[in-house]
C-alpha cells in the first residue's frame, strides 16, 4: 500500500511572462527515493523551489503528510521556514554555504530551528560519521574547502534540521567522477536510514541508478514516469539523456 509523503497536483510556476513549470503532477511515497531528471533549464530546481517555498506557484494541490503525526497538511506558498518545522529540507543548487563561517559553524546554523542541545550535538556525530573529511575540517572555514568538500558541508547542514524528506538539488553539479560516486553512495545511504529523498539531477544515469521512482522533466512538463531501471532502460531516455 502506498503511504504518500508529497502529492502534487498540477503544479505551475511562471517568471513573468515565462510560463518554467506545466501542469506538474508527482507523489512520494515514504520511504523512497524520487528523482526528477532533465535538461538544463528543462524546471527541476524551479519544481523543487516551489515545493520548498521559495517561488510562487500555483497548484491544484501540494500536500505533506508527516510522518511524525500523520497529518496532512497544504504546504503550498508556505515559508520555507515552515517547511523545515514540519521535517523538509533543502540543499541548494550551488551549495551556498557562508564562506566566512567554519564547517562546524556552518552545520550548526543547519539546527536553528531546534532546541534540543543533545540531539543536536548527535545529529553532528551523525554528519561527520557520514563526512569524516568534514570533521577533519570542522575548524576550517567554508571558503577553504574544494567542491565537492563544500557540497558535503550543503547536504549535512540540511540533515542537522533532522528532515524527514530530504531534498536535492544538483548534489554532483561540478564534481570529479569519483566524487559523484561518493555522494550518490551517501545518498543510498542516507536513505537505508530511513529518510524520504527528492533528488533533482543533470546526471541522469547516476540519479537513475538509485531511484525507485523518476520523472523525466522536459520543457517545464514532465514527458516520462516510471521506476528507475524502466527509465534506464527506456530508449528514449537512453537516446536523449544517457548517451544512447
Known amino acids: 500500500m502506498e503511504n504518500i509523503m508529497l502529492k502534487i497536483e498540477k503544479l505551475n510556476v511562471n517568471y ?3 510560463h518554467a513549470v506545466r501542469d506538474v503532477s508527482l507523489s512520494i511515497n515514504k520511504g523512497e527515493i524520487v528523482t526528477l531528471i532533465g535538461a538544463n533549464g528543462a524546471g527541476k530546481s524551479s519544481v523543487i523551489r516551489s515545493i520548498m517555498g521559495l517561488v510562487k506557484s500555483q497548484a491544484e494541490e501540494m500536500s505533506y503528510t508527516s510522518p511524525r503525526d500523520n497529518k496532512t497538511v497544504s504546504i503550498l506558498n508556505r515559508p520555507a521556514e515552515a517547511h523545515v518545522k514540519l521535517g523538509i529540507s533543502l540543499s541548494p543548487e550551488g551549495r551556498r554555504i557562508l564562506p566566512q563561517l567554519t564547517v562546524e559553524e556552518n552545520l550548526n546554523l543547519g539546527a536553528y530551528i531546534r532546541d534540543d542541545v543533545k540531539g543536536i550535538s548527535e545529529d553532528l556525530e551523525y554528519v561527520y560519521s557520514l563526512f569524516p573529511r568534514l570533521k577533519e575540517r570542522r575548524r576550517q572555514k567554508g571558503s577553504t574547502l574544494s567542491g565537492g568538500e563544500q557540497q558535503m558541508l550543503a547536504v549535512g547542514r540540511a540533515l542537522m534540521s533532522r528532515p524527514d524528506l530530504l531534498m536535492l538539488d544538483e548534489p554532483s553539479l561540478g564534481l570529479a ?5 561518493e555522494v550518490f553512495s551517501i545518498i543510498r545511504e542516507i536513505n537505508s536510514q530511513g529518510r524520504t529523498i527528492l533528488l533533482v539531477e543533470q546526471n541522469a544515469f547516476a540519479a537513475l541508478k538509485v531511484a525507485h ?4 522533466l522536459e520543457v517545464g512538463a514532465i514527458g516520462l ?3 528507475g531501471a524502466e527509465l534506464l532502460n527506456n530508449p528514449k531516455v537512453r537516446e536523449a ?3 544512447g
Not at 521512482?213 to 523525466?216: G, I, L, N
Open 16 to 18: 513573468g511572462a515565462i
Open 177 to 181: 567522477p569519483i566524487l559523484v560516486d
Open 213 to 216: 521512482k523518476a520523472y523525466v
Open 225 to 227: 514516469s516510471g521506476t
Open 241 to 243: 539523456y544517457l548517451g
